[in-house]
Structure formats: structure tokens, C-alpha cells
């Protein structure tokens, strides 16, 4: 049986958190510049260790206002210093609790810049690389994120999204347009079949695109985010072990 992550973005100051935690296997915490604060750092980090979950760092722009998905154009330094001041805050708040940082997945704006874009990607990875070389890094299939950090020498993470839809060159439909989020179970189901099972996600424009599934993301903001976690960790629970990745010395590509 192939293995999936199920990822959720947790700690942006939403109350389904300590519901959708047993559901999932990593979390991508918020790092308090989008969202978040160190009290809720602290709490969704010792909800992740009690249930066994892989704990990641979300960093992501400082626009609370916008809730960091504006895009925002800085200098190389700034997307440095950004990105690598979220992962110590985390890094620190894991050790705190007595586990240890897994994964690196940036947030929104700075996650589909990044995706788009392979300078900011570099940077990106050079700061997670710098802090860390064994931490993981998460980023949308076939992009820039994914390429510049294996140029790194990072172990990363390919992942797709359950509840979002898709354009026909493989970027996620912006959130400001009207269909990008998928709202209803059976949209969610099905398309979580098509990426999982059959590698493929279909477009708005109903063009299959090539994908490859190694996390699955469903976002915590969302009316019914308990609710898809469950149906989405029951119907992927038929086709693969849901397990978070880890980086291992004789098998980069291996899970838990």
C-alpha cells in the first residue's frame, strides 16, 4: 500500500484546531506573522505531540491584515531573514515541548510566489537548508519550490490540495476568483481519488494535469474543515497508509 501525508495549516487562531489534529499526520503551524501568537504556537505544538503529529513551521509574510496572502515584493535578505526567523520561533517551541521540528511549508502569498517564482524558491530553500538540511520541504507539485529545493540538497515534499481547484499549467485557481475552493464533500472526495489514486488533478478548464501526491493539504479556516478531514482520512485510509514523510540515511523518499 503507497503511504500519504494528510497536512492541515493549524494555529491561525481558528477553534477547530484540537478537532482536526487527530485526523491528520503533519501540522504546518502558523509562526505568528500571518497569524498566531506564542500562545497558540505553544498550544497547537503540544496538541501535535500529544497525538503523534509531525510538526512544521508556516512561515509567511508579516501582513496580518491580509492574512498573508498578498504578495509582497521584498529584497533577497528580507525573504531570508523572513523565512528563517519563522523556523527558529517554531524550531524553538518544538524544543520547548520536548519534540523537534520536521517540515517547512511557507504560507499563502509566499507559497505560491515560490511556487512561480525560482529566485524567491532559492532563497527559500537556502534558509531552510541553512538552518537545517534535514528538515523537510513542503511545496506544490511540479513547481519551482520543489526543484530549488532538491538543488539544495533538501529532502522535499510534493503536495496537492483536496479542497482547492487547479489551472490547466498545474498553479492553484487564486483564491479572489470564483471556483477555487472546493466546498462540498463528493468535489473533495473525488478529487482526492484523482490526485491520490490517479496522479492527475483536472483543471477548471476540465484538462487533466499530471501530479505527484506525497502530502495532501487541507486547510483549517474552512465551515466544514473537521468535517473533510474526517471523510478525507476515512476514503484515502482505502488506498494508502496515512503517515507523515521522514528523511532516513538509507532512504530519502521513505515514510514513517
Not at 93 to 109: N, S
Request: hydrophobic fraction near 45%.
Amino acid at each position: 500500500m503507497k503511504s500519504i501525508d494528510l497536512n492541515c495549516d493549524l494555529g491561525e487562531g481558528y477553534a477547530a484546531d484540537a478537532a482536526l489534529m487527530p485526523l491528520i499526520s503533519s501540522a504546518n503551524i502558523a509562526c505568528g506573522y500571518h497569524a498566531g501568537d506564542a500562545d497558540t504556537i505553544r498550544r497547537t505544538v503540544d496538541l501535535a505531540v500529544r497525538y503523534g503529529v509531525a510538526i512544521g513551521a508556516h512561515p509567511g509574510f508579516a501582513d496580518r491584515a491580509h492574512f498573508g496572502r498578498r504578495a509582497l515584493r521584498l529584497e533577497p535578505a528580507a525573504y531570508y531573514d523572513l523565512v528563517a526567523a519563522q523556523i527558529e520561533i517554531l524550531s524553538q517551541a518544538a524544543r520547548a515541548a520536548g519534540a523537534r521540528l520536521r517540515h517547512v511549508k511557507p504560507h499563502g502569498a509566499l507559497y505560491n510566489m515560490s511556487a512561480h517564482d525560482p529566485g524567491l524558491a532559492a532563497i527559500i530553500a537556502q534558509a531552510v537548508w541553512d538552518f537545517d538540511p534535514n528538515l523537510l520541504l513542503y511545496g506544490l507539485s511540479g513547481s519551482a519550490a520543489l526543484t530549488a529545493g532538491a538543488e539544495a540538497g533538501l529532502r522535499t515534499v510534493s503536495e496537492v490540495f483536496a479542497d482547492r481547484t487547479y489551472q490547466p499549467d498545474g498553479a492553484l485557481t487564486p483564491r479572489e476568483q470564483t471556483g477555487a475552493l472546493l466546498e462540498d464533500e463528493s468535489g473533495c472526495r473525488a478529487q482526492a481519488y484523482d490526485l491520490v489514486v490517479r496522479g492527475v488533478a483536472r483543471a477548471t478548464n476540465g484538462a487533466e494535469v499530471a501530479v505527484c501526491a506525497q502530502s495532501i493539504c487541507l486547510h483549517g479556516d474552512g465551515e466544514q474543515a473537521v468535517e473533510f478531514a474526517r471523510m478525507l482520512r476515512g476514503f484515502l485510509s482505502q488506498f494508502a497508509e496515512i503517515t507523515a514523510p521522514i528523511r532516513t540515511s538509507d532512504d530519502t523518499n521513505a515514510y514513517v
